[in-house]
């Protein structure tokens, strides 16, 4: 069994140390961690160190304190594999993968772009767009949260065709003829906002991936620009050229 020094040991040394070992398959899923008192002697430091240690497995989603009782390991969410490429859908992917998933439109508005949206669909200021939220499950689990800019005049009236919201290219393709085709896509690694982590239902320390993304049309003219806020812990992306 590997030992760690019994000097200079700081929380996070401490935490890095039981991540391995849940990591590992030493402490299971819904298996009770040793307690303040047995950390304290193993790792022969104060309690407020262990605390730290402790809160910081809270924090990153490895283990849940309960009253009384100690701290059990949570259930570890394997990453899923979303594949990434012009044609990529997020329906299509999670049929290929036989996953059930559920999109939720959160809010939308119909008004004037932002510089960073006139810029990316090539607008005037004053030519309208559509913005909507969209929040994306698999199984069961929120994993991303997604906002979406298109023009108003690529998509008129598509407030018409957002009750019982399910799919936006399901939309896209029924009332307008259009599947549009990825362009670019920026991967920016970020710690998630307030409103995201509140919507993702994880804590502010659980990193995400932020992909800024264009789309366009077959001809060329860009027609979406959206920008997704994934869940780091769940989420593993292969692109494909």
């Known amino acids: ?17 039981l991540i391995q070992k849940i990591q590992s398959g030493v402490f299971q899923e819904n298996q009770k961690i040793p307690s303040e008192n047995e950390l304290c002697q193993q790792f022969n430091v104060n309690r407020h160190v262990i605390r730290q240690a402790l809160a910081r497995l809270t924090n990153l989603g490895w283990i849940t304190p309960f009253q009384g009782r100690g701290c059990y390991v949570n259930s570890i969410q394997k990453p899923i594999q979303y594949v990434l490429s012009s044609n990529t859908r997020f329906t299509d992917n999670m049929e290929n993968l036989g996953l059930v998933y559920q999109s939720r439109l959160l809010t939308w508005e119909k008004g004037l772009p932002s510089d960073v949206e006139q810029k990316n669909l090539l607008l005037s200021e004053n030519q309208k767009i ?32 957002l009750r019982n919201f399910k799919s936006l290219y399901r939309i896209l393709s029924n009332y307008y003829q259009l599947r549009p085709v ?14 995201d982590s509140k919507v993702l239902e994880i804590p502010e320390s659980v990193p995400i991936i932020q992909i800024e993304s264009i789309m366009n049309h077959p001809s060329g003219n860009p027609v979406e620009y959206s920008v997704a806020r994934i869940r780091g812990d769940m989420h593993k992306c292969l692109v494909e050229f």
């Open 1 to 17: 069994m590997m030992r760690l020094k019994e000097d200079m040991l700081s929380h996070l040394e401490i935490s890095e140390y």
């Open 182 to 195: 990825r362009s670019r896509s920026v991967f920016q690694a970020l710690l998630p906002m307030l409103k």
């Open 130 to 161: 559509y913005r909507l939220e969209i929040l994306r499950f698999i199984e069961g689990q929120p994993i991303s949260v997604t906002t979406t800019v298109m023009p108003e005049e690529e998509v008129p009236q598509l407030e018409n065709y």
